[in-house]
């Protein structure tokens, strides 16, 4: 079977095939995609494949520099944007920001 290059916790993959959320958040971990790279996508709980996407942009942003327009491209407050990325990420206050489109 084929591997997924990036998942999502399967509660996002929603907004993400209705256009919703057209960013995320990733640790240096997940630093490497680049932009015009199309990844296969598929859900954290089971890896199973929902949409492949297109990279447009890998930007690094500190956990203090979140801001509204962040919160509007994940489909969320800010308030919960800073909540979700505590919960994934705990300590940690280095991020990248993978902007990405729906490809298929
Ligand atoms: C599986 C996983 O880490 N999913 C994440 C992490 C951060 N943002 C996001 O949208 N999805």
Redesign the pocket.
């Known amino acids: 079977m084929l591997q997924n290059d990036i ?3 399967a509660r ?1 993959e929603p907004d993400i095939l209705a256009g919703r ?1 057209t960013i ?3 640790d240096a971990a997940e630093s490497h995609f680049q932009p015009g790279q199309r990844l296969r996508t598929g859900r ?1 709980e089971d890896n199973g494949y929902f949409c492949t996407l297109e990279v447009i942009s890998t930007t690094p942003v500190a956990l203090n520099e979140l801001n509204d327009e962040h919160a509007r491209q ?1 489909n969320m407050t800010l308030a919960e944007l800073r909540q ?2 505590a919960e ?1 990420y705990p300590g940690l206050d280095e991020f990248y920001v993978i902007a990405f489109k729906r490809i298929s």
Do not use: G
């Open positions: 998942t999502f916790f996002f959320k995320t958040i990733r954290y994940e979700v990325i994934i």
